[in-house]
């Protein structure tokens, strides 16, 4: 699967919170530099745990009702999910080995 797959609040109950597998969702802008910096470890890491996790990336300025009920207030802002429920979240840009482990921690 292709981590450039933005994904849309009428989609995300049935891709996230009831998928089978854990999730991570990067809010994202394309005007944000850090956003920018780690979009290509997110699109390497969607790849790498396909079959193991999901990962969608949400444009908080399309989608900012959605942004905003997960209380999105500065991007990149990192939310991973399993279960239907939101386990972590992380803020800003950070090495692909740290985003791998919010992944891992949700899977393990």
């Known amino acids: 699967m292709s981590s450039s797959i933005y994904i849309t609040a009428d989609r995300f109950d049935a891709e996230v919170l009831q ?35 999901k990962v969608f990336k949400v444009d908080v300025d399309d989608q900012a009702a959605l942004a905003e009920s997960y209380g999105v207030q500065s991007i990149p802002a990192l939310h991973v999910f399993k279960g239907g429920k939101e386990l972590h979240r992380a803020l800003g840009a950070m090495p692909k080995a740290d985003i791998a482990r919010l992944i891992d921690s949700a899977i393990g």
């Not at 998928?19 to 390497?44: G, H, N, R, Y």
């Not at 790849?47 to 193991?52: D, F, P, S, V």
């Open 19 to 53: 998928s089978e597998v854990p999730v991570l969702v990067d809010f994202t802008a394309s005007w944000c530099p850090p956003c920018k910096m780690i979009a290509p470890l997110v699109d390497e890491l969607a790849t790498e745990y396909a079959g193991k996790a």
